[in-house]
C-alpha cells in the first residue's frame, strides 16, 4: 500500500523557517518525481513544487520561488520542503504528492497533509 | 498564467446525476484530471487522462472533454459523494494548475 506521511508542520513567527518531511512507503521512491501542493484554510488546491526522481531538476511556483527548497533522499525514502522568509499568507496545509509522468503530468497519491501556520 | 474555472457550488437530489464543469482556453487539447476531496481528507484521484478510472473508484464516476469546457458527472449522485471537487491540467510542463474547486451537496 502506498503511504505517504508528511511531518514538521507548526506554528511559527513571520520571518521564520520551517523544513518539512515526508516519508514513503509502499513503493520505490526513486521510481517517482514527487511534489508538494497546498491548500490554504478554506481555500483549493495550489502546487508549489517538483523534483525528478534523481532530484536534479526541481521548480517552484512563482509564489515560493526564491524562498522554498526542495530536496529528496531516496535512500532514506524521503522528501523535504525547506520552508524560509515565511508569510502570513503560506499558512496551509502542505501536502506531500507523488507524481506520475505519462501523456501528461499528474498526481496520483497523497499523503495526510501537515499543517503550517503562520503568524505572530 | 494559465486558469481554470469550476462553479462553486453544484446541488442535487440523490440519485439524481451531477455535473461539474471545468473550463480553460484550448482545454480540449490537454488533458484534465478529477480530484475529490471530503472534508478534512487528502485529495483521491477520480478521472485521469479526460476520462480514465483509476481501480478502485466506482463506475457512476465519469469525465469528459471537448471544445473549451471539461466535465465530471456522477450518474447517480449519492449522499456519500458530497466533497470538494478539483478538475487540473497542466499549461507546460512546470505550470500545473487547479480549477478553484466545486462543493458538490446532495441532499
Known amino acids: 500500500e502506498v503511504q505517504l506521511v508528511e511531518s514538521g508542520g507548526g506554528l511559527v513567527q513571520p520571518g521564520e523557517s520551517l523544513r518539512l518531511s515526508c516519508v514513503a512507503s509502499?513503493?520505490?521512491?526513486?521510481?517517482?518525481?514527487m511534489t508538494w501542493v497546498r491548500q490554504a484554510p478554506g481555500k483549493g488546491l495550489e502546487w508549489i513544487s517538483f523534483?525528478?526522481?534523481?532530484?536534479?531538476?526541481?521548480n517552484f511556483a512563482d509564489s515560493v520561488r526564491g524562498r522554498f527548497a526542495i530536496s529528496r533522499n531516496n535512500a532514506k525514502n524521503s522528501l523535504y520542503l525547506q520552508m524560509n522568509s515565511l508569510r502570513a499568507d503560506d499558512t496551509a496545509v502542505y501536502y506531500c504528492?507523488?507524481?506520475?509522468?505519462?501523456?501528461?503530468?499528474?498526481?496520483?497519491?497523497w499523503g495526510r497533509g501537515a499543517l503550517v501556520t503562520v503568524s505572530s | 498564467s494559465y486558469e481554470l474555472t469550476q462553479p462553486p457550488s453544484v446541488s442535487v437530489s440523490p440519485g439524481q446525476a451531477a455535473r461539474i464543469t471545468c473550463s480553460g482556453d484550448?482545454?480540449?487539447?490537454?488533458?484534465v484530471y478529477w480530484y475529490q476531496q471530503k472534508s478534512g481528507q487528502a485529495p483521491v484521484l477520480l478521472i485521469y487522462?479526460?476520462?480514465k478510472r483509476p481501480s478502485g473508484i466506482p463506475e457512476r464516476f465519469s469525465g469528459s472533454n471537448s471544445g473549451t469546457m471539461a466535465a465530471l458527472t456522477i450518474s447517480g449522485a449519492q449522499v456519500e459523494d458530497e466533497a470538494d471537487y478539483y478538475c487540473?491540467?497542466?499549461?507546460?510542463?512546470?505550470?500545473?494548475?487547479f480549477g478553484g474547486g466545486t462543493k458538490l451537496t446532495v441532499l
Open positions: 504528492v507523488r507524481g506520475i509522468e505519462a501523456a501528461d503530468y499528474y498526481f496520483d497519491y
Open positions: 509502499g513503493f520505490t521512491l526513486s521510481s517517482y518525481t
Open positions: 523534483i525528478s526522481r534523481s532530484g536534479g531538476t526541481i
Open positions: 484550448a482545454l480540449s487539447e490537454k488533458y
Open positions: 487522462e479526460d476520462d
Open positions: 487540473y491540467s497542466t499549461d507546460s510542463n512546470t505550470n500545473k494548475v
